[in-house]
């Protein structure tokens, strides 16, 4: 292992400094609250560090428990930012129905780690396991969590609610360019960096910090905005009159 308590201490420390310069600057809170949310995780793992393997330890157990809190409502936070590069009307509309879904599958994955007696391991689950601890992985921190199927359906948006709700409903409602971006620069890149799939999802926590920095402070930003529902206009009862934000516009973003 490669990592250690001190690398997460420092990157956490480097995503709250980003956070905080960006609040200096007025930037809007749908840009740099993802990337506090995700340095918060990276702090979290630093604390983990420091019971790392010791799975009949309270603070284990405690701080694996938090981790997968965490994700649970990662959602809301990667919904936010995908949505601060649609139209600005678009994004008002849409809002209130997508964070209602982000609630109902954060609910959904809290009650999947419930050991009802009816319920069995989810086997698909990337963090499913046996006991409740994070243990060393290839070279960052392996969560292992049991996961159950406990949830009413079998299929679908119940089924396996994060990746329905981080990955296809923003593509449902236009921000591609930011998904194919994520997709790229956090799923692709974490399963290439480790081997274990209790890993991966560390590990794409803390690219995500990368990548929601250079997001918030690069000219990268500007060529992820939307102005059209992959070609189509956004209907005038969801975008209004004014789909995009002037400053957006004086910038020079043209969407597709």
């Not at 969560?143 to 990955?167: C, I, N």
């Not at 923003?170 to 998904?179: A, D, H, R």
């Not at 000219?219 to 009159?241: C, D, E, M, Q, T």
Request: hydrophobic residues 50%; neutral net charge; glycine residues 6%.
């Amino acid at each position: 292992m490669c990592w250690s308590a001190e690398a997460s201490f420092t990157l956490a420390t480097m995503g709250f400094a980003t956070v905080a310069v960006s609040a200096v600057q007025g930037e809007k809170k749908e840009l740099f609250l993802p990337l506090l949310w995700f340095s918060l995780m990276e702090l979290l793992q630093g604390f983990t560090y420091w019971w790392i393997d010791l799975c009949d330890s309270p603070p284990n157990q405690v701080l694996t428990l938090l981790g997968y809190l965490h994700i649970a409502f990662q959602p809301f936070f990667a919904n936010m930012i995908s949505m601060y590069f649609l139209p600005n009307t678009v994004q008002q509309r849409i809002a209130p129905w997508v964070y209602g879904m982000c609630f109902v599958g954060a609910l959904a994955m809290i009650i999947d780690i419930y050991p009802f007696a009816w319920a069995d391991h989810s086997t698909m689950h990337m963090l499913d396991s046996t006991k409740l601890c994070s243990v060393s992985g290839d070279w960052h921190i392996a969560w292992h969590v049991p996961v159950f199927d406990t949830t009413w359906a079998k299929f679908g948006f119940f089924k396996e609610p994060y990746f329905m709700l981080v990955f296809l409903l923003p593509l449902l409602y236009g921000s591609w360019k930011f998904t194919i971006y994520h997709i790229l620069t956090g799923v692709v890149l974490s399963a290439m960096l480790t081997r274990d799939s209790h890993e991966t999802a560390a590990v794409w926590c803390l690219l995500s910090i990368g990548l929601l920095a250079v997001v918030a402070k690069t000219p990268v930003r500007k060529i992820l905005f939307i102005k059209r529902w992959y070609g189509l206009r956004y209907p005038r009862w969801l975008a209004g009159k004014d789909a995009f934000e002037p400053e957006r516009l004086s910038n020079g973003v043209a969407g597709n």
